[in-house]
Each structure stands twice: as structure tokens, then as C-alpha cells.
């Protein structure tokens, strides 16, 4: 814990001017980002008596170990600066609003040749038409189905119409009537355009005048006794009204308006968005927030805008916002909402009417999202804080592990060696710091890819090294490290020398399997560490994560060491993860291991293990952590074996592509006999040359025959075309 006054600047040092500062703690993280109207007013109240700081602001001021600031001319401009380096830096201890998913929007593509209406999420795009935000999907696609019936808008992929358009035939939705078929020329451009718009002009609320065309016409038809005419258009005036009423009339003007209200206590706040557009509710949102710091209602209202409107510009920024309170000071806000639409928004309190009415239904909407939030992580903050203090008591830590990293081995009978390494800070995993390792061996001075061999130890102990010696190299380079590890570890610590050099990372999508939630970031990472986009013989690591940072706050690797090292294993595991730590000269980060027979939890040097009460949350978390690891790794093998079981010497042949692969495993039957076969032979398969089959005769002959597949659940011996599921499924059994 830092001592605020060991950091304290002088009060001459600081401007007293507008701007925006950030707290950094001993490890260079930004932790925190404010602004203000002067910096030397702001700072100063960080800088008081400790006792007289909110609890949540004293954690922050004895956790930072620096402060800096940056002058701007203009309180706006500190508004879009702190939103930019909030966005940026993801500090620890600002506002965050957790429910950060993206929300819905029926969108239509004017910017293409035939628009098409969808349903669309992140980021928007230019030429593209959005209503909403949505609280569902489904929602959406219910009001776009009653609409189809009177505005048969595309609404197929780019893949479907084109394939449409090749066959002469429409899809299902052209047969029916709820598309134009513009695929096969039913409709010209022009025509399916102008019915896109009247969508939009119906989505945008000009309904009564539509809708009274609509009974003329009927009306109409009706006296020139066409009958089917009216009736159709008498069913097409009942589904716009049953779109309509899915979406209830607040306002009688046709007001374009969010409402945002705020339940909060002492530690927690719910915020709840109405948006309200031609004077109907198109779409609900809502989030909740740890009050990390003292902050007022208008302080809440002041972040929610950010969190609103930050990445939006023009319609999407509507002419009112309704607020349960102003930010102080309000014109700076006024103004970067201004500058965000193009035009005046009118930011207030509303007093009387219908907008207080709807103002009141928003706030006990928050007021009941706070409460079930509440129900359900009351207990959930509580276990894991209790989880936390028991590992520390258990294992004579100084403190709580407020980051624990795990690391396992997985194999199958010695092959495809690989390692995890998870991350959980406060008790929740930190999915976008995982790392995935690719285990080495050693030939005399050399460094080679493991292949085979079932040892655990020296592969915990590799792995371990080479984790925390990327946290010293870090340290040496920044200067916060004059001791060299010695021995071997100082010769392993030239890690850049070994012939590898470091790589980018990838997200999955080289037909690996799905490896849950955990992303691929973009940072250069430690040789053999891979992701899961870049397959075996990828060097890069397994995420960029928000946590370890650069001199510029910015994402940096492995610079982050954590309180506990715990591994998947018992006494010999733990041992070697400690000599790898004595190694490096590291003795301030604490390990454990979990044994999986009996859960005992082993220290380095003991002779008994740590055993915790089988209802105990330290070990409940424990357990999660190793078994979050196991779960890792051993997705990350099976996706290793697989790539390498569908490996062919096919592969490596320069300009045979996958149909001729195809065509030559087909016609053959296996590899076995393609390799058989003469040139002649191999030029009978259709689209098969002489210099193509004399290359691949050539390629076949000179690589060495495989060993013969076995399937291990029946004993056969297979054919080496590769091995049956029944194999995979088989050998799973034995992978660890």
C-alpha cells in the first residue's frame, strides 16, 4: 500500500487550468482517469486526509504510485479526452458500466444497389439507415415480418440473392409475397429502392399519412368491386397497425427524445435508457456500475452520456436528452453533444407533462434493475471476497491474491506437448490475459519443439521460466531490475536468440476448434506462446489483455506478475515451479499446487499438504482456477492433434489445391495405393497432368510411409488416409 504523500506533486507544479489527469500504480497501469475544470482544485482533494476520502477513492489514491496531467484549452475538449483514454486504458478504478454488449438495430442498407433490411449490431456504418437501439433481436424480426407484407424489402444474404439470380428462381420469401424478388428482375433497382424508403419513412414515424393512402385505396377497390384488391389491403393496414402496436405512443408530438434515469447507494448505481423516437419507445437499455469513487448523480448521468454517445454522430444523437440531473458544470456536456449530432441538443431535467410521467416510469425501471442485480451478486461479492481471504490465511500470504495465475500441462502419451497459463483477478477470470505454450525439449545447445516425452516436471518448470522470465526482461528494460539471473537462467534468458523471433498474434478461425470466449489480441509475444489463430507453428501469444502495460499505459506482455502461482499438480510440480522462480531471482510471488486426488493443496518444501474443508470457498475457487487451466490446455491439444492427424503428404505439394487432393484420395481409395502408383496411372484421374502426376509421384516417393493408423477403441490397423472418429473419440480417453 503506497503512502499518497510519498507521490504527492507540489501545488506550484500544478496548472491551475482545465485538463485531464491519470493515476498510475507501481507497475505503470493507468488505474484511473479524471478531468477538470482546474487541475490544482481537483488533485488537491485526492491529496487530503485519508479519513476523510470515500473508501473507494482512498483504495485508489494508496493503490496508485504516480499522477500525471495533460492541459487542454477547453472543458469540452477534457470531456473528449478523458472518454478517449477511458476507452483506451480501461482503468481499474473509473465508472465501468458492465453490461457492455451491443445492442441491436434494424438497419437498411441504402448504400447498396438492391437495400436490404437486417438486423445489425457494433459499430455503424456510413450509407446505412439504423432504428432503434432494440432490447432483443427477436423484436425486431417480428416487426419486420408483419411489415414485409406491405413493404417487401430484401432481406437475404448477398450469397442468397446472388445464387437466386444465377438460377432464375426466387427464394421462399419471393413465393409467399414478402419479397419483391428483385433477384430475378421482378422489380427493377428504381422500384425496389422506392420501397425500401417507405420503409424507412414508416420506421421513422410518418405512419397516419401511409396509412390513410392505404384506406383509400381500399376503399377504392372496394367500390370498383375488387374485392381480393381491398381485402388484401385491409390485412396489409392490419399488420402496419400490429407493428405499431408493439411499440407503445408516449408522446403525441412525435418526440425524438432518450430518457435516462439512475437508481443508486453507497457502493452500486443502475442506469436505465428509454429511446424514444417519433414519440414511441423503440428500445430499452441498462447498466450497472461500481461507484468507485464519490461520485454525484449528475457525475453518473455525465458518464452514461459518454457511454451513449461517445462513438455515435448525427440522427443517432437525438434533439433531447432527458436527465434526472445536470452534470456540473452543463455547458461543456452541452456543447460535446452538440458537436456530436451537427446541430443544439437540448439537455434537462423535465418538470411537468408527459416526459415527467414517462421520466418516472424510466426510474422505477432502475430502481427494479438495482434490486435484482443486487439479489444476484450480493452473495456472489461476499463468496468471493471470503474465497480470496481463506486462500490467504491458508497458504500465510501477506495479503489477499488479488491476481492468481494457474498453469497445466495436457499431452496425449507423450505427444503434442502444450501448456495454459489462466488469469483471475478478484476471483473473476481475466479471459483476455490467457496464454497458450507450445512446450520445448532441448537437444544439446539447442532449442527444438517437444514431440515426445511425459515429463511433466521439467515441462511445468520450462513453462513457468519462461513466463516470469519475460516479466524480468520487462523489468531490466524499464530499469526496475539491475539483478541477472544467473546460470542457466541467464543463458535461457536470451530467448530472442534462439532462432525464433516473435510474431503477431490471431483469433480463431483456422479451423481449430471453438476455444470459449477467450479473443486473440495483436501484441508481439514471447516465442512459442500461441494463439489459437495461427496453428502449430505459431509464436505468438494468447491474447492482449488490458492488464500489464507499456510506458504509455498501453497493453504490454507478461510485465504484470501476480500475487499466487498455482499449478496443476502436487510436490514435484511445485518444486519445479519454485526453482524456476529461484532461478530468476523472483521471491515475492507465492506458489501452490492442486492436486486433483485428493484436492490437497501442496507448498513448496512441505512435506504434508495444506488440506482446506471440502465446503471451503478458498478451495471452491481453487478448484475453478485449475480446472479453468485443464480445460485450456487441453483445448488448445486436441486442436494441435487434429490439425496434425488431418496432415498429408498431399499437403506439401506446390500447386496441387484441395479438389485435386480430393479427386486423387478418390480415385485411388487411400495413400497407401496412390503411392503405389505409377505416373500413368496417376494421369487417369481427371484434371491430373504429367508434370502434376510425376510431381506428385516424385513427392511421394521421397517422403517416408507413415506409421500404420491404429484405431484404439477396436485394435484394427487402418489404412494411413487418416484415422477414423472412432479413433479421435477413442484416444481422447488417455489425454491428460
Known amino acids: ?42 488533485l488537491a482533494n485526492y491529496f487530503q486526509d485519508l479519513a476523510a476520502l470515500h473508501p473507494r477513492t482512498r483504495t485508489m489514491v494508496t493503490t496508485a ?14 470531456l473528449q479526452l478523458e472518454y478517449s483514454w477511458i476507452k483506451e486504458f480501461d482503468p481499474r478504478f473509473n465508472v465501468k458500466y458492465r453490461d457492455d454488449k451491443s445492442y441491436p438495430y434494424l438497419a437498411v442498407t441504402l448504400d447498396e444497389e438492391f ?7 457494433g459499430a455503424k456504418k456510413k450509407g446505412v439507415r439504423y432504428f432503434g437501439p432494440y432490447a432483443h433481436a427477436w423484436a425486431i424480426r417480428e416487426t419486420v415480418d408483419l411489415m414485409l407484407r406491405v413493404f417487401p424489402v430484401r432481406t437475404c444474404s448477398a450469397g442468397v440473392f446472388k445464387r437466386s439470380a444465377q438460377i432464375g428462381r426466387p427464394c421462399l420469401l419471393g413465393y409467399i409475397g414478402k419479397c419483391s424478388a428483385p433477384c430475378v428482375g421482378r422489380v427493377s433497382a428504381d422500384e425496389h429502392r422506392e420501397l425500401a424508403e417507405e420503409f424507412c419513412d414508416f420506421m421513422a414515424g410518418r405512419t397516419g399519412a401511409y396509412l390513410r393512402r392505404l384506406e383509400g385505396r381500399m376503399q377504392d377497390a372496394a367500390e370498383e368491386m375488387e374485392y381480393e384488391r381491398a381485402a388484401r389491403l385491409r390485412d396489409d393496414i392490419g399488420a402496419l397497425r400490429r407493428a405499431m402496436e408493439k411499440n407503445a405512443v408516449v408522446f403525441t408530438d412525435a418526440t425524438d427524445a432518450d430518457l435516462i434515469a439512475v437508481a443508486e447507494d453507497e457502493l452500486e448505481a443502475a442506469v436505465q435508457i428509454f429511446h424514444v423516437r417519433g414519440g414511441r419507445v423503440r428500445g430499452q437499455r441498462g447498466w450497472v456500475t461500481d461507484k468507485v469513487e464519490a461520485v454525484t448523480t449528475g457525475d453518473l448521468v455525465e458518464h452514461a452520456l459518454q457511454q451513449l454517445y461517445g462513438d455515435e454522430q448525427g440522427d443517432a444523437v437525438p434533439k433531447e436528452v432527458l436527465v434526472p440531473a445536470l452534470p456540473e458544470p452543463v455547458e461543456p456536456v452541452a456543447q460535446w453533444l452538440a458537436q456530436r449530432r451537427g446541430s443544439r441538443v437540448s439537455l434537462r431535467i423535465p418538470q411537468r407533462g408527459d416526459k415527467k410521467d414517462l421520466m418516472a416510469t424510466v426510474g422505477r425501471n432502475a430502481q427494479q434493475a438495482l434490486a435484482l442485480h443486487k439479489t444476484k451478486r450480493a452473495s456472489d461479492l461476499t463468496t468471493r471476497s471470503r ?33 495454459s497459463m489462466v488469469v483471475f483477478e478478484d476471483g473473476l477470470a481475466r479471459k483476455s490475459e490467457y496464454r497458450r505454450f507450445q512446450i520445448k525439449g532441448r537437444i544439446g545447445d539447442t532449442q527444438v519443439w517437444h514431440g515426445e516425452g511425459q515429463d511433466d516436471v521439467r515441462s511445468m518448470h520450462e513453462v513457468v521460466g519462461r513466463r516470469f522470465r519475460r516479466y524480468v526482461q520487462e523489468k531490466q528494460k524499464s530499469g526496475e531490475w539491475t539483478e541477472e539471473p544467473d546460470g542457466e537462467a541467464r543463458a535461457d534468458a536470451a530467448t530472442a536468440g534462439d ?19 477467450e479473443t486473440a489480441g495483436i501484441g508481439p509475444t514471447d516465442p512459442g506462446i500461441e494463439t489459437a489463430g495461427n496453428g502449430p507453428t505459431d509464436l505468438g501469444a494468447g491474447t492482449a489483455g488490458n492488464g500489464p502495460v507499456d510506458d504509455d499505459g498501453r497493453p504490454k506482455r507478461f510485465a504484470y506478475p501476480p500475487q499466487l502461482v498455482v499449478v496443476d499438480g502436487g510436490a514435484p510440480q511445485v518444486a519445479a515451479a519454485r526453482r524456476a522462480l529461484d532461478e530468476l531471482g523472483i521471491d515475492d510471488v507465492a506458489v501452490c499446487g492442486l492436486a486433483k486426488r485428493l484436492e490437497e493443496v501442496w507448498l513448496p518444501g512441505d512435506d504434508d499438504p495444506v488440506v482446506l474443508p471440502r465446503s471451503s470457498e478458498g478451495l ?8 479453468e487451466a485443464h480445460r485450456f490446455a487441453i483445448t488448445y491439444q486436441r486442436g494441435k492433434r487434429t490439425k496434425r492427424l488431418k496432415s498429408s503428404p498431399l499437403d506439401a505439394i506446390e500447386g496441387l489445391g484441395d479438389t485435386r487432393r480430393t479427386a486423387l484420395l478418390k480415385h485411388f481409395g487411400s495413400l497407401k495405393r496412390l503411392r503405389a502408383a505409377t505416373v500413368d496411372e496417376i494421369r487417369e484421374v481427371p484434371g491430373i497432368g504429367r508434370k502434376t502426376a510425376e510431381t506428385v509421384a516424385a513427392a511421394l516417393a521421397g517422403a517416408a510411409p507413415s506409421a500404420p493408423a491404429v484405431n484404439t477403441a477396436t485394435g484394427e490397423i487402418m489404412e494411413d488416409d487418416g484415422a477414423p472418429p472412432a479413433a479421435l473419440s477413442a484416444e481422447r480417453g488417455k489425454e491428460r
Open 1 to 42: 500500500m503506497a503512502d499518497p504523500s510519498s507521490y504527492r506533486p507540489k501545488p506550484g507544479q500544478i496548472p491551475d487550468s482545465p485538463g485531464v489527469y491519470k493515476f498510475r500504480d507501481e507497475h505503470g497501469r493507468v488505474i484511473y482517469v479524471g478531468k477538470a475544470k482546474s487541475l490544482r482544485q481537483r
Open 65 to 78: 504510485a504516480s499522477v500525471e496531467w495533460t492541459v487542454v484549452s477547453t472543458e469540452v475538449e477534457a
Open 115 to 121: 437495400p436490404r433490411v437486417q438486423v445489425m449490431r
Open 387 to 419: 474465497a480470496l481471504e481463506e486462500i490467504a490465511e491458508a497458504l500465510g500470504l501477506d495479503s489477499v491474491p488479488l491476481r492468481i495465475e494457474c498453469f497445466d500441462i495436457s499431452h496425449l502419451q507423450g505427444q503434442d506437448v502444450v501448456a
Open 499 to 517: 532462432g525464433l523471433t516473435d510474431t503477431g498474434t490471431g483469433t480463431a478461425g483456422n479451423g481449430l476448434p471453438a476455444l470459449g470466449t
Open 620 to 627: 471452491y475457487l481453487l478448484q475453478r482456477v485449475r480446472d
